[in-house]
């Protein structure tokens, strides 16, 4: 009797912990998310079936029960500020994936896997459709083609083998979520034996069956786990020109240069101040430049920038990464573009930095947004107006 009292307190508290998370939904961070009815439906789908299920019935559910994964979504989503979906479906040709939480600006398909190292890892042997993670990438990676090659993290929540993380990071995707090593004593066996070299890389032309497959597209540089975690976004030299710009700064705006170029802009920055509004979405994430990018922009403001610009150019380099430019200028869906004239080499850099590291771009290149779309290619961009620099013309300059 008293095991069934036991049951039963367990039932309730369920039940509430559940209905707990209903009334999170109704919360500022869910409150515009697409697709929340869906997530809200099968929360009371769970309730109802914690209601009725038999006293035998309930002793299994409360082990399976899918209740845990709809908390993880939570709490990430709760973690995040920009989250636009939430277990969106999406489908190409035949293959359709569930993407657990969307995300934009940087534009982000993000899967969570709550179940420990071990179990993975198992399933991934016996191939279940359901569960096999490297399987499920595969799919996503697929699907995501059609959508603009959105970054994919997978967040495995009660660790992933080092193997398993590193053949995934292999092929472009973000893996978050501690590394259990082979030697663990909950994977020690030769049941794992075989597995472990299926993981390693001259078993990885599995991978290249799609005929799309193309692994400059998406192979990053390898960041540290807590990198990984931070959303990251490319500048290009025009974001750079706009937030260290006099014409940004008061009084910048009230000139009147000699060049009529230059007054159509501070005409704009007038009407629109541009770097409050960059500078609040740049806020919480890690800021990267392709490094001749950040070599050329650099000759730029040393040569026509004046001190108070130079000034904040230091600064604005103490918060960016430097990330080394592959031997290509041409990078991923970049190559698309090399019959297109007029596309300079640092442009090229810049949007190649951005599919190596699978990161949306602050760029008013809007010329190059232009070319791309043309040919149906669309990169994930941030599009801001382009300032120049006007320090040193502020000396021949009036002011309005």
């Not at 997978?154 to 082979?182: C, P, Q, S, W």
């Not at 159509?264 to 009407?271: A, G, I, M």
């Not at 430097?322 to 200028?329: A, F, H, N, R």
Request: proline share 4%; with cysteine; hydrophobic share 35%.
């Amino acid at each position: 009797m008293e095991a069934d009292d036991q049951l039963e307190v367990r039932r309730r508290e369920k039940i509430e912990e559940v209905q707990a998370a209903v009334e999170k939904l109704g919360g500022q961070k869910f409150q515009k998310l697409e697709n929340l009815q869906r997530m809200d439906k099968m929360l009371k789908k769970e309730i109802h079936l914690l209601q009725n299920a038999s006293k035998k019935a309930l002793e299994t559910h409360l082990v399976t029960c899918n209740y845990a994964f709809y908390k993880s979504i939570i709490d990430e989503i709760e973690s995040m500020g920009n989250a636009t979906s939430v277990l969106k479906t999406f489908k190409r040709d035949d293959v359709s994936v569930t993407v657990d939480i969307v995300t934009k600006d940087p534009h982000v398909w993000i899967k969570l896997v709550n179940r420990p190292a071990k179990t993975v890892l198992i399933e991934y042997r016996d191939g279940k459709r359901n569960g096999d993670v490297i399987a499920q990438i595969k799919q996503h990676l697929h699907v995501s083609r059609r959508f603009n090659n959105p970054a994919i993290h997978i967040l495995f929540k009660n660790g992933v083998l080092r193997e398993m993380a590193e053949k995934l990071t292999r092929h472009g995707i973000v893996v978050i979520g501690d590394r259990v090593e082979k030697e663990d004593p909950s994977l020690v066996g030769k049941w794992n034996e075989e597995l472990i070299e299926r993981l390693e890389e001259q078993e990885d032309s599995d991978w290249d069956d799609d005929e799309e497959f193309d692994p400059t597209a998406r192979s990053p540089p390898m960041l540290s786990q807590q990198q990984s975690a931070v959303p990251t976004i490319n500048l290009d030299i025009s974001a750079v020109m706009l937030l260290v710009s006099n014409m940004c700064e008061p009084p910048g705006a009230e000139y009147r240069f000699k060049e009529e170029m230059i007054n159509k802009h501070v005409q704009s920055e007038r009407q629109t101040p541009a770097k409050a509004g960059l500078l609040e979405k740049l806020k919480g994430n890690r800021l990267i430049m392709s490094k001749m990018a950040i070599e050329r922009v650099s000759e730029i403001v040393n040569t026509v920038g004046g001190a108070n610009e130079r000034a904040r150019f230091v600064e604005l380099m103490k918060t960016v990464e430097s990330i080394p430019d592959q031997e290509s200028e041409e990078v991923g869906r970049v190559a698309k573009l090399s019959d297109i004239k007029g596309i300079s080499s640092i442009t090229k850099r810049v949007f190649s930095c951005a599919e190596m590291t699978n990161t949306t771009t602050v760029t008013a290149n809007h010329k190059f947004l232009t070319h791309a779309k043309a040919k149906n290619i669309f990169f994930n961009v941030i599009e801001i107006p382009p300032r120049p620099l006007t320090e040193q013309k502020e000396s021949t300059a009036d002011r309005i």
